[in-house]
Nanobody, 120 residues
Framework: QVQLVESGGGLVQPGGSLRLSCAPSGSIGIFVAMGWYRQAPGKQRELVARITSGGSTNYADSVKGRFTISRDNAKNTVYLQMNSLKPEDTAVYYC??????????????WGQGTQVTVSS
């Protein structure tokens, strides 16, 4: 069964940068949309950024101007470049992807999550 595999999390100081990557573990058709969510301790999971196969993007207000989402359709891979990181960005970041089923619906894939910690 295909899974989403994330990489790139870690510990970084405030003001620093990290780049997250996410790709499927096997061959699967193009995802119609891919994105990143995050969940901090005691909080609900929230959308960070999302990008369609056509390149349209949307961001949470809290990350606009600091984070950039991009994707490589040939590799079915999505990236999240995070700059000017703040302690409040600390969370587990989850990759998400929408795969179109033959029945006209969408199946959502989720990654296992990668920890991002922003601390001095």
């Amino acid at each position: 069964q295909v899974q989403l595999v994330e990489s790139g999390g870690g510990l970084v100081q405030p003001g620093g940068s990290l780049r997250l990557s996410c790709a499927p573990s096997g061959s699967i058709g193009i995802f119609v949309a891919m994105g990143w969510y995050r969940q901090a301790p005691g909080k609900q999971r929230e959308l960070v950024a999302r990008i369609t196969s056509g390149g349209s993007t949307n961001y949470a207000d809290s990350v606009k101007g600091r984070f950039t989402i991009s994707r490589d359709n040939a590799k079915n891979t999505v990236y999240l470049q995070m700059n000017s990181l703040k302690p409040e960005d600390t969370a587990v970041y989850y990759c998400n992807a929408d795969w179109p089923t033959p029945f006209g619906t969408v199946f959502q894939y989720w990654g296992q999550g990668t920890q991002v910690t922003v601390s001095s």
